[in-house]
């Protein structure tokens, strides 16, 4: 759906991301409550758990943030056609991004964080079109 205010299309929800402390306890923990395991990435400190039938999904992510290495905040991750467009979007209505965009598995993703802290990211997935839903 395109916004009319800014033109901006968002396909649909990529995945929530959630940041954990220890990636065992975590799959137990999610697996318990009966999230299927989709995948788990051990060297990256990723687990990827499905949501029913939808394809987003809940993706855990190690991270010591007493250590600094980020900043806990949950995140919601919409998909894009295009990130780096979004963010020059967003940069040109006056939304600041936590950081400019960043390359990932599938792409390219920016953040933003609404007034309250909240991280909604937006993701594309320009390295790996056969798994967009712009496909």
Sequence with gaps: MTSPEN???VLGVDNVLFTIGDLDEAVRFYTTLGLPLAF???ERGIALFRL???PAG???RRDDVSAGSGD???RLWLEVADAR???RTLREAGVAAL???FPVATGWTVEVADPWGNVVGFTDYTTMPERGRGA
Excluded: Q
């Design 99 to 101: 950081a400019d965009p």
């Design 85 to 87: 467009a979004v963010a």
């Design 40 to 42: 788990r990435m051990d």
């Design 52 to 54: 029913g039938g939808e």
């Design 72 to 74: 806990g905040r949950p």
């Design 7 to 9: 033109g901006i299309t």
């Design 58 to 60: 809940l993706l855990v």
